[in-house]
């Protein structure tokens, strides 16, 4: 079966780092979405790893290693605006198909 | 502003109702995705178009018709829905669904409540 796993809320401050987690076991795997969903509105992009590493871009970064089955979105400099929930979704073999994880309700406190 | 958008934003409907849900999408894309989201559910794919044909049915209900007149609109008819069908109902759309994962550009989604 098809499983992604990433925890359900998480609390940080302005200012400080936050690093939110995603594991997965899929049949297949290409690639790895990020996404941010602010409350009420239309899922955004983040960012897509294909390859193991680390990808910054300004103040999110995002890791993926294939081996461990493993994710994670690094967020710096928190501001209050980046308080959403943010989507770990996995794309298997060549063909479109997406598995979105439920999500990580991030809180950002002043 | 995404690029896609999507009409209704909310619709209230009783179980013996037939709605239609409407996408079209502003960004010259070939491939339009129909999502369900529910409350502390993953995003789930129900059905992708590519080129105006059906490549991905979701093992979705027969009350869930979707239709595709153009790589520009995108549509979701409603018949006989259930309780457990309301939801936040999303369209996405990406470049060519040619089989190569691409980023999805979501529209802002129709919030469906079935009485």
């Known amino acids: 079966g098809q499983n992604i796993d990433q925890p359900t809320e998480m609390t940080a401050t302005e200012g400080a780092i936050v690093q939110i987690n995603c594991t997965y076991q899929?049949?297949?795997?290409?690639?790895l979405f990020w996404y941010q969903q602010h409350a009420g509105e239309a899922p955004t992009f983040l960012s897509y790893?294909?390859?193991?590493g680390l990808e910054e871009k300004g103040r999110f970064s995002s890791f993926l290693s294939r081996s461990k089955g493993y994710s994670y979105l690094l967020l710096k400099e928190l501001q209050m605006k980046d308080s959403a929930s943010y989507l770990c979704?996995?794309?298997?073999?060549?063909?479109?198909?997406?598995?979105f994880g439920k999500g990580t309700r991030l809180h950002i406190l002043p | 502003e995404t690029g896609v958008t999507q009409t209704p934003r909310h619709l209230v409907m009783g179980m013996t109702n037939k709605k239609s849900l409407k996408c079209e999408q502003h960004?010259?894309?070939?491939?339009m995705y129909w999502y369900k989201q529910s409350a502390k559910k993953p995003l789930e794919l129900m059905f992708v178009?590519?080129?105006?044909?059906?490549?991905e049915n979701n093992s979705v209900p027969s009350r869930f018709s979707p239709e595709c007149p153009n790589s520009s609109h995108l549509f979701l008819h409603l018949h006989t829905l259930q309780p457990e069908d309301s939801a936040l109902y999303l369209c996405?759309?990406?470049?060519?669904?040619?089989?190569?994962?691409?980023?999805?550009?979501f529209g802002p989604g129709t919030r469906l409540l079935v009485l």
């Open positions: 996405a759309s990406s470049p060519s669904g040619q089989g190569v994962p691409e980023t999805q550009y």
């Open positions: 899929t049949s297949g795997f290409n690639g």
């Open positions: 790893n294909v390859l193991d």
């Open positions: 979704a996995v794309t298997m073999n060549r063909d479109d198909k997406i598995i």
């Open positions: 960004l010259g894309h070939n491939a």
């Open positions: 178009y590519s080129l105006e044909e059906r490549v």
